[in-house]
């Protein structure tokens, strides 16, 4: 369905060229699939996501390698063509609907543009149809809401509006940017299930952008591991959390708090961190990128850059001492 080859996202800022905002990334998401990827803020996974439809501005950023849609490549596609992938073939969930939604627009009237750009549908049919997909994300009152601004509505409410918008035209890939970030957990809960229901009845592929490795466990089958604009590990989801090989992905998971750690390790029990900094990324890093930071880096790490090596049934790192090895 999707495949990103070698991946390249350049920057200029006021500060200089971000080089490597995205290093070379190359990911594949097959039709009915849900793949995340994961990493902490700045590491390149909503750029990546941004590429892919190309939203990124073209005035500061400089996209290349390749990005496949059912074989054709859209960093070679015209405005015009993109216009009609966007939200028809290729929907998403952007990262804040408050922000993203359009404030001076009713509920309704952001849906229907979106029937009516790419279904056959006057507006009254666009109207109903509306209706019916608010209903379907569990918005009660829906004649009602659909007259409503999004600033009348919750959260919660807001994000499932942002679902409509993304899946109303029923595409074939569904990118989701933290589709649950800033949400209370049981809202969360409801979201995850919305959009896995609406997935299973329409069978899209899904490329899902998040930090939280709780919504990974629950809703993704395969999992990307991003620092600083690199993929570091690739692994089906139960593998990966059985068996972290990166450094990276180790303290990732180590960082994510568990219950009982206050009562087994006394009142003062810290969390843990991974230590130092995410690395200036106007600078260039010859060796492993995460080296600084890893604390089982050699000298080795420093100097060379580790390739990924595929350790077997689609577990794949870069590091020249994976944790099993070492």
């Not at 609907?97 to 229907?112: D, H, K």
């Not at 690739?234 to 593998?239: D, L």
């Not at 990166?246 to 003062?268: C, D, F, Q």
Request: proline share 5%; hydrophobic share 40%.
């Amino acid at each position: 369905m999707l495949e990103i080859k070698d991946l390249q996202v350049h920057f200029r800022t006021p500060d200089g060229v971000v080089n490597r905002a995205v290093d070379g990334l190359s990911l594949s998401v097959n039709s009915g699939e849900t793949v995340a990827i994961v990493g902490e803020s700045g590491c390149g996974k909503s750029v990546t996501s941004m590429s892919v439809l190309r939203l990124l501005p073209e005035v500061s950023a400089r996209v290349g390698g390749q990005i496949l849609f059912r074989g054709e490549d859209l960093l070679k596609k015209s405005r015009h063509a993109m216009r009609k992938i966007r939200g028809g073939k290729i929907g998403m969930i952007f990262q804040e609907p408050m922000t993203s939604l359009n404030p001076v627009w009713t509920v309704g009237r952001q849906i229907e543009e979106a029937l009516l750009l790419h279904q056959d549908m006057d507006r009254a049919a666009a109207r109903l149809r509306a209706v019916e997909l608010l209903r379907e994300v569990g918005i009660s009152a829906p004649e009602r809401r659909v007259t409503q601004y999004p600033h009348e509505l919750s959260g919660g409410m807001r994000q499932r509006v942002m679902i409509t918008i993304a899946m109303a035209c029923n595409p074939a890939l569904l990118i989701a940017d933290e589709p649950t970030t800033a949400l209370d957990v049981t809202i969360q809960a409801q979201v995850l299930d919305i959009m896995r229901n609406l997935q299973r009845q329409r069978g899209a592929a899904v490329l899902m952008i998040t930090h939280d490795l709780g919504v990974v466990a629950e809703f993704a089958e395969r999992v990307i591991v991003m620092y600083a604009g690199r993929k570091v590990e690739e692994a089906p989801v139960q593998m990966l959390f059985a068996n972290p090989m990166h450094h990276y992905t180790v303290g990732l998971l180590n960082a994510v708090p568990k219950l009982g750690m206050a009562r087994g390790g006394g009142a003062g029990a810290r969390l843990s961190e991974i230590p130092g900094v995410v690395p200036d990324m106007r600078q260039r890093h010859p060796g492993c990128i995460f080296a600084p930071r890893c604390t089982g880096a050699r000298d080795h790490c420093r100097d060379v850059a580790p390739a990924l090596v595929d350790h077997g049934a689609g577990h794949i790192v870069a590091c020249h001492y994976p944790k099993e090895t070492t």
